[in-house]
C-alpha cells in the first residue's frame, strides 16, 4: 500500500514537472502569438482554405498545394471556423497534442519512475519535438496519432490501433512505415511460433493492414502520393514509383545514431549490447555491407545547402566542423552504431527498418522525418523495461524473445 502511495505521488509530480515546463515554453514563445514563419507561411493559408465550410468538399481535397496529407490542414481550418482566433488556435492544437504524448510516456506505462524520466528526457533532446509543437505544422499531429497508434496495439487493441494509424497517415502518408513494420513483426511473429496450432486468428496483423490501405484511399483521390498541384509545383521526383534515393536512407541511419542512439547510451547506460556468436558474424557483415552502400551513395547534400537554418541540424553541424570525407565517416559510423543497435528482429528492429527503406521515397534527407520513429522508440523502451521485472534485465518489446 505505501509503495503504491509513493509511487502515485512520484507520478503526480513528474506530470507537474512537465506541466511547469510546458508553461515555462509557452512565456518564452511569446504566448504562441508569434508571426507566422517558416513552413507555416504557407500552412497557414492551406489551413485558411479549409475554414469555410465544416466540411471540405471533395475538390479541395484534391487540389490544396501541399505534399502533407490533409487532416492536419481540416483540423487547424476548422479550429478557425469554430473559435476564429488565428493561427494561434491550431499552434495551440499541437502544443496540447506534444503535451499528450510525453503524458502517455507517464501515465501509459508501469516502468519505473527514474525511466520515465529519462524517456521523456531524451524526447525532448530531439530538437524538432518541441520545435514542431510550438508551430503550425503537421508533424505533431502524426506523431501523436502514432503514438497512440503504438500504444493501443501493445495493448492488443487492434481495431483502435489501426482506427490511429488511419489518422497518422492523414497527417503525413510516410506514417505508412508504422502500421507496416507492425504487420510484418507480427506475420514474422506467427510464422516463427512453434505450436502453430494453438495459433489465433492474426487480427493485429489484419487491422495493421487495413491501416496500410488506408494511403491506397488518398492515392486514388490524388492519382499520386500527394496532391498533383503540390508535385507539380514542387518538382518532386520521389513521387515516380521508380525512383529512390539510397543515400536518403543511409543519411536517415545516422541520424537514428545521432539523435536516439547516442541519447540512449548516455540516459540508458547498458541498453548497447554487443552481440555475440553467430549474431556477431551477421553484425559484421552488416556493417562491412553498410560501409560498402556509403562508399556507392555517400549522402553529400542532405538539407546543409538550405537557406533554412533549422532544416537539417546535424547536418549542418557536421559540415561546420569536418570536412567531407571525415563527415561522410562519422555518418557512417553513426549509421553503423544504429544497425547494430536494432539488429536483433523485434519490434523496435521492424518499425526501424520499415521507417529507413522508407526514406529512400522522401524528396530530401531531412532530421525531422526522423521524430516520429524516435519518439515511438524512446516509448517502446520503456515498454521494454515494463515487461522486465525489477531484477531483470530489459526484454525485447512486447516481450518476444529477440
Known amino acids: 500500500m505505501w509503495i503504491w502511495i509513493t509511487q502515485r505521488r512520484r507520478t503526480i509530480w513528474l506530470v507537474a514537472g512537465i506541466l511547469g515546463l510546458y508553461v515555462v515554453v ?47 490542414f481540416v483540423v487547424f481550418g476548422q479550429a478557425e471556423y469554430w473559435f476564429s482566433r488565428g493561427i494561434w488556435a491550431g499552434r495551440c492544437i499541437n502544443f496540447a497534442l506534444s503535451l499528450a504524448v510525453l503524458l502517455i510516456f507517464v501515465l501509459g506505462t508501469s516502468a519505473r519512475h527514474g525511466k520515465r524520466i529519462l524517456a521523456v528526457i531524451g524526447v525532448l533532446s530531439m530538437p524538432y519535438f518541441m520545435a514542431c509543437a510550438t508551430h503550425l505544422y503537421t508533424d505533431t499531429m502524426a506523431v501523436f496519432f502514432t503514438v497512440v497508434g503504438v500504444f493501443l496495439h501493445l495493448r492488443r487493441r487492434s481495431l483502435l490501433s489501426a482506427a490511429a494509424f488511419i489518422l497518422a497517415i492523414s497527417c503525413r502518408q510516410y506514417m505508412i512505415a508504422f502500421p507496416l513494420g507492425i504487420f510484418v513483426f507480427e506475420v514474422m511473429r506467427g510464422t516463427r511460433a512453434k505450436d502453430l496450432s494453438g495459433l489465433k486468428f492474426p487480427w493485429p496483423a489484419v487491422w495493421q493492414f487495413v491501416a496500410c490501405a488506408s494511403l491506397a484511399g488518398w492515392v486514388a483521390l490524388w492519382g499520386g502520393f500527394c496532391p498533383p498541384a503540390a508535385a507539380e509545383a514542387q518538382g518532386i521526383a520521389t513521387v515516380q514509383p521508380e525512383v ?13 545514431g545521432f539523435y536516439f542512439v547516442l541519447p540512449e547510451m ?92 522508407l526514406m529512400m521515397k522522401a524528396h530530401l534527407a531531412w532530421d525531422k522525418y526522423m521524430l516520429p520513429l524516435i519518439v515511438v522508440l524512446w516509448f517502446l523502451g520503456l515498454v521494454s523495461y515494463e515487461t522486465a521485472g525489477p531484477q531483470q534485465p530489459a526484454r525485447s518489446v512486447a516481450g518476444v524473445p529477440a
Open 26 to 72: 509557452y512565456v518564452v514563445v511569446n504566448g504562441l502569438s508569434f508571426e507566422p514563419r517558416k513552413d507555416e507561411l504557407h500552412f497557414w493559408p492551406t489551413s485558411l482554405q479549409f475554414s469555410h465550410s465544416w466540411i471540405p468538399s471533395v475538390e479541395l481535397l484534391r487540389s490544396y498545394n501541399e505534399l502533407s496529407a490533409p487532416l492536419p
Open 244 to 256: 529512390i534515393v539510397f543515400q536518403n536512407s543511409l543519411y536517415a541511419l545516422a541520424c537514428l
Open 266 to 357: 548516455i540516459l540508458f547506460r547498458g541498453r548497447f549490447h554487443m552481440p555475440s556468436g553467430l549474431v556477431r558474424i551477421a553484425m559484421l557483415c552488416l556493417v562491412a555491407g553498410l560501409g560498402l552502400c556509403f562508399a556507392m551513395f555517400p549522402p553529400w547534400a542532405n538539407t546543409a545547402q538550405s537557406q533554412i537554418p533549422t532544416m537539417g541540424y546535424m547536418d549542418k553541424l557536421m559540415h561546420v566542423l569536418l570536412p567531407d570525407i571525415a563527415r561522410i565517416a562519422i555518418y557512417y559510423i553513426l549509421a553503423a552504431l544504429a544497425t547494430i543497435r536494432f539488429l536483433r528482429w523485434n519490434l523496435e528492429g521492424s518499425l526501424v527498418l520499415a521507417n529507413v527503406l
